[in-house]
């Protein structure tokens, strides 16, 4: 008996389903080979956005930023930090509100920087404003 993970390709958008001890061993995209839990902040469009954040078993916090936010590009760093420091466990992505402005309003966000965590297909919990990547760490922690 082994327990997999649906995980859509961040990527191509390609839905996975990776057993869960595999995360760690650097499981890659059927479709594209991309990793699929590198470890990496991966930007994203609207339609991988809501395939992942629908469909996924494993947390995705993603990151909603603008080009013209000082305080989200501030954040960038950190964000990567704790992606890396949740390697295997959960997956982090951003997408550019600018680009996509839909996603902001279906999601009503009013002010970004914004994180949202995502875990089996639905919403977790929302920490905003630019925090430092320790803070990060632990909001995922507090989660998984
Ligand atoms: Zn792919």
């Known amino acids: 008996m082994s327990e997999s993970a649906r995980l859509t390709c961040l990527f191509c958008g390609q839905a996975n389903r990776v057993p869960v001890a595999k995360l760690d061993a650097g499981p890659k995209c059927a479709k594209c080979g991309a990793k699929l839990a590198a470890g990496d902040v991966v930007a994203f469009d609207v339609t991988r956005h809501d395939k992942a954040t629908r469909n996924d078993d494993l947390p995705l916090i ?4 603008a080009p013209w936010c000082g305080p989200c590009k501030m954040m960038a760093p ?5 992606a890396i420091a949740l390697r295997g466990k959960a997956r982090f992505a951003k997408i550019d509100t600018q680009d996509y ?30 925090r430092p990547a ?10 998984l």
């Open 78 to 82: 950190e964000f990567a930090k704790a």
């Open 134 to 143: 320790t803070d990060i760490e632990g909001f995922v922690r507090q989660h």
């Open 101 to 130: 402005p839909a996603v902001s309003q279906r999601l009503q966000i009013r002010g970004i920087p914004l994180l949202i965590l995502y875990a089996k297909g639905r919403e977790v919990a929302r920490l905003s404003g630019a």
């Open 62 to 65: 993603v990151d909603y930023w």
